[in-house]
């Protein structure tokens, strides 16, 4: 789940990380009377869920609260890389001397937090790291130990940093750990982190991305609406179920990610296209009913294609909900099936018995039989 950048500072704040003085406001007015009390320059920053706000014209700066309500009031309401701005952070602004990068995220391989560091901070990182990768320190923590004040200021000298500006960055990089593993982050990130003309050091923007796994014990992230790219994403996932739309027919049902992506290969292999696909593996098998649904939605769907390939999701219950959503919802689209895990026998005979479909032998027959109905 990302965090806005108000959000994601409001964590650092917590930590004790220095952030700029400012408020979140959501109207013109709001952001003349935030300048007001402020008292200083400001820079004026819409609040979308996506990075190169700067470059996409998302951060503006005033000089009197008149013209940050004339900044707000251009801003506000507003088309941002396909987001609408509906909230701004008015924040002082900031005497840049120096933006440095820092971030934390996951080391997938080594199964470890990784910090990455660098002292060419600031909007063309992502160029620094395809054309200058030496200069991106990285480094990953043992997760039972944690980061320790060394390996902090190990980073801190690897960057070329000395004296107060070390002294701040070990501090910042402890403290940002802290927010990675209290709020079980995948990602906790500074861009820039800024040493200002008077020596210190302040995280200018906050990128932090808590792990969807983890929002169970991470009670203060609600996952709203707003944090999806389409409304019907947002309610399958309120059944645990993960629902992503493609450009092509085929509505695909599949248990498991891994199954899901095999079946997406296979409809590409075959030269079909899939419409969607929606995954209700794990503990969700249950909610078959409620996936289907979801599938019939989506307008693009000539032909339904379900896979199931279950040991702890039982196929039998899987097919109870089918059957019961085929039965209900009457889908006009033909239905191919495969079936196959624990239960399947029963499974099969649910769906022959009460919606009179005969599902395939394996996958692949499924999936180029899908394929030729749709078309392709
Ligand atoms: P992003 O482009 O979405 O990552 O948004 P950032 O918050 O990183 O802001 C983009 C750029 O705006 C930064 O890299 C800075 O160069 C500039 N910027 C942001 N805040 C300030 C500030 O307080 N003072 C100054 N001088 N520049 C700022
Ligand atoms: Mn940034």
Known sequence: MKLYEYEGKELFKKMGIPVPRGMMI????????????????VVIKSQILQGGRGKA?????AATPEAAREAAAAILGSQLKAETVSKLLVEEKLAIARELYLAITIDPVKASPLIMASAAGGMDIEEVARETPEKIVRETVPIFRGLMPFQARRIAYRLGLEGKDANNFTDILLK???????FDAELAEINPLV???DGKM????????????ALFRQKDFVKGPERYDNEREYRAAQYGLGYVKLDGNIGVLCTGAGLTM???????????????FLEFGGATYKNSYYAMQLVLEDPDVKVILINTFGLV???DVISQGLA????ELKPPQPIIASIRGTGEEEAREILRKEVGLEPYANVEEAVRAAVKLAGG
């Open 57 to 61: 014209g998302g951060i503006k700066f």
């Open 202 to 213: 302040v995280a200018a923007d906050a990128k932090v991305n808590i792990y969807d796994g």
């Open 313 to 315: 999701a039982r196929a």
């Open 262 to 276: 095999t079946v997406l290969d296979l409809i590409n292999y075959y030269g079909g296209k899939p419409a969607n």
């Open 195 to 197: 040493v200002t003309g």
């Open 324 to 327: 019961q959503a085929i039965k």
């Open 176 to 182: 940002l750990y802290r927010v990675f593993r209290s």
């Open 26 to 41: 959501t109207s013109a007015a709001a952001a003349a009377e935030a300048a007001a009390q402020l008292g200083s320059e």
